[in-house]
C-alpha cells in the first residue's frame, strides 16, 4: 500500500459529461501530480500541485482541470468528455521541492470509461 | 528538455533466465532516475532509484540498475527471472530540482516463460 487513495476505482460516463477524479496523498506529502495512462499515449504527466499552488503543467486539455485543497487532497476535473479521454488516470504525491529526492509514490489508478 | 526511451516494449525470458531492460535518457542537467513496475490493474511501485553517488543501484525484488553516464543508460537487470517477475516496468526520468516531475518511457512488458 503505497498511502496513495484514489476514489473511485472505476468511473463509466457518456461523452460530454464531466466527472471529477479524487486523491488523498501520504500523509506529509505536499506535492500531488496527476498522470494520464493510456494505450497510444503511455504514461503522461498533466499537472503538479504544490502546497495548494499549481507548480507544472504538462500535456493536459483544456477541458481538464485540477485543484489542490487546503487538506492536501486534490482533484482533477475532466469536462465535455471524449471517447478519447478513456484512460487510466493516477495520483502520485512525494514530499515536494527543496532540493531533496523527490520519490513519487502512486496510487492504483481511477479507470475512466467514457462510452 | 528531457526524456526516455525504453528499448522493446514486450520482452520474454525464461524462467530463470537473465532479465535486462533498457532505459536511454536525455537530460541537459544531471538526471535522478527510477525505475517502477506495474503489476496488472495496480498502481506503480517504485523498483529503484539513482540521484548521486554509487552508479550500482539495488532495488527490490533482487532488481539493480547501473547509472552509466558515458552512455546515457540506466538498464535494469535481474539475475535469474521469477514468474511474479512478469509485469510493465517503466523507466523515469526527473530533474534535480524545479517541478521534479517524471517523464515516463513508454513502457517494457517483461513476460516469464516456464
Known amino acids: 500500500d503505497s498511502g496513495v487513495t484514489q476514489t473511485p476505482k472505476h468511473l463509466i460516463t457518456a461523452t460530454g459529461q464531466r466527472v471529477t477524479l479524487r486523491c488523498s496523498p501520504r500523509?506529509?506529502?505536499?506535492?500531488v501530480y496527476w498522470y494520464q495512462q493510456s494505450l497510444d499515449q503511455g504514461l503522461q504527466f498533466l499537472i503538479q500541485y504544490y502546497n495548494g499552488e499549481e507548480r507544472a503543467k504538462g500535456n493536459i486539455l483544456e477541458r481538464f482541470s485540477a485543484q489542490q485543497f487546503p487538506d492536501l487532497h486534490s482533484e482533477l476535473n475532466l469536462s465535455s468528455l471524449e471517447l478519447g479521454d478513456s484512460a487510466l488516470y493516477f495520483c502520485?504525491?512525494?514530499?515536494?521541492?527543496?532540493?531533496?529526492?523527490?520519490?513519487?509514490?502512486f496510487g492504483a489508478g481511477t479507470r475512466l470509461s467514457v462510452l | 528538455a528531457q526524456s526516455v526511451t525504453q528499448l522493446g516494449s514486450h520482452v520474454s525470458v525464461s524462467e530463470g533466465a537473465l532479465v535486462l531492460l533498457r532505459c536511454n535518457y536525455s537530460?541537459?542537467?544531471?538526471?535522478?532516475l527510477f525505475w517502477y513496475v506495474q503489476y496488472p490493474n495496480q498502481g506503480l511501485q517504485l523498483l529503484l532509484k539513482?540521484?548521486?553517488?554509487?552508479?550500482l543501484v539495488k532495488g527490490i525484488n533482487g532488481f539493480e540498475a547501473e547509472f552509466k553516464k558515458s552512455e546515457t543508460s540506466f538498464h535494469l537487470t535481474k539475475p535469474s527471472a521469477h514468474m511474479s517477475d512478469a509485469a510493465e516496468y517503466f523507466c523515469?526520468?526527473?530533474?534535480?530540482?524545479?517541478?521534479?516531475?517524471?517523464?515516463f518511457g513508454t513502457g517494457t512488458r517483461l513476460k516469464v516463460l516456464a
Open positions: 502520485a504525491s512525494s514530499e515536494g521541492g527543496g532540493g531533496r529526492v523527490n520519490i513519487q509514490y
Open positions: 539513482y540521484t548521486t553517488g554509487a552508479t
Open positions: 500523509s506529509g506529502d505536499l506535492s
Open positions: 537530460s541537459s542537467v544531471p538526471p535522478y
Open positions: 523515469a526520468v526527473s530533474a534535480p530540482s524545479g517541478t521534479y516531475k517524471y517523464i
